[in-house]
């Protein structure tokens, strides 16, 4: 069947540090691929997506993710984070021939001030 | 616009008791889908539908049904509830579903069983 692995369970970094979130998925076809986050409180909410064209793709807030097919994998940056990106952060495919989401488990990112 | 709406925003009900979820979808939505959220398995598909008909369903037992009206909107039951069911319940819209199409949610209702 197919998954979603998000590597890190919990991150904690300093305001203005890098983050990188990993994604692997394990499905060898087309795949639709989305970042979702959840402020605390909050609904889930897009982060962005890819679904053809550059693999680089950016979205709001300053992240950026890349898909990189040979690897199964779209993880997920920012350059420098801030304490309000404190957040929950799935990471979720499509398969082709099917329409519903696949999620990984999330992984909760602390960010210190 | 308006976004997903689900009501009600929290729940409590006992064990053995039967619950049903509301979720109005952002207007044009045709795709509705259902999640449940838990801390130790995170986000599960439970069934998604489209049109008023159930177009895929998750690995949930038949206690958990739902259904869709000609207005897109979609209701879910569960049935004999128990401890296990306390979680945070999340729909889902889209304009048709598939692969080429953004998933909007709703704030979830929280379901707690005691």
């Known amino acids: 069947a197919q998954s979603v692995s998000q590597h890190n369970h919990h991150v904690i970094l300093s305001e203005a540090a890098s983050l990188e979130l990993g994604c692997n998925y394990s499905?060898?076809?087309?795949?639709?691929l989305f970042w979702y986050v959840q402020y605390p409180g909050q609904h889930l909410q897009l982060l962005l997506k890819?679904?053809?064209?550059?693999?680089l793709v950016k979205g709001i807030k300053g992240f950026e993710a890349e898909f990189i097919k040979s690897k199964f994998s779209f993880n997920l940056r920012k350059p420098s984070v801030q304490w309000s990106d404190t957040a929950e952060y799935f990471c979720?495919?499509?398969?082709?021939?099917?329409?519903?989401?696949?999620f990984g488990k999330g992984t909760m990112l602390l960010v210190s001030p | 616009k308006a976004g997903v709406t689900q009501t009600p925003r929290y729940l409590i009900k006992t064990r053995g008791q039967q619950v049903t979820l509301s979720c109005s979808p952002i207007s044009g939505h045709r795709s509705v889908s259902w999640y449940q959220q838990t801390p130790g398995q995170g986000l599960q598909f439970l069934f998604e539908?489209?049109?008023?008909?159930?177009?895929n369903k998750g690995n949930f037992p038949g206690r958990f049904s739902g259904r869709q009206f000609s207005n897109s909107r979609s209701e879910m039951n569960v049935s004999t509830l128990e401890l296990g069911d306390s979680a945070l319940y999340l729909c889902?819209?889209?304009?048709?579903?598939?692969?080429?199409?953004?998933?909007?949610f709703g704030q979830g209702t929280r379901l707690t069983v005691v």
């Open positions: 499905y060898g076809g087309t795949v639709n």
């Open positions: 889902a819209s889209s304009r048709r579903g598939g692969r080429d199409t953004e998933a909007f």
């Open positions: 539908y489209f049109s008023e008909t159930q177009r």
């Open positions: 890819y679904f053809s064209g550059d693999p």
């Open positions: 979720a495919v499509i398969l082709s021939g099917y329409s519903t989401l696949t």
